[in-house]
C-alpha cells in the first residue's frame, strides 16, 4: 500500500487549521507539511485581537 512516514500534509487557507493539527498529532507520523496563505488561528480569522487560544479550534500558531 504506501508508508505512512510518506504522507505531506497540504493545507490552504482555512484548511491549513486541520492540516497543522494531523501534522502536530504523534499518531499520524508526516514526512511534511506544506501551508499555502494559512491562518495564525481560527478566533483571528473573526476577531482582531483574540481573547483566549484555549477556545480556538486551529490555534496554529501554538502548535508550529
Known sequence: LFNRNNIIFYGYSIGSGPSVTLASLKQYPC??????????????????????????????????
Open 31 to 64: 514526512k511534511g507539511l506544506i501551508l499555502h496563505s494559512a491562518i495564525t488561528s481560527g478566533l483571528s480569522t473573526l476577531f482582531k485581537d483574540p481573547i483566549s487560544s484555549k477556545y480556538d479550534i486551529f490555534p496554529n500558531i501554538d502548535l508550529i
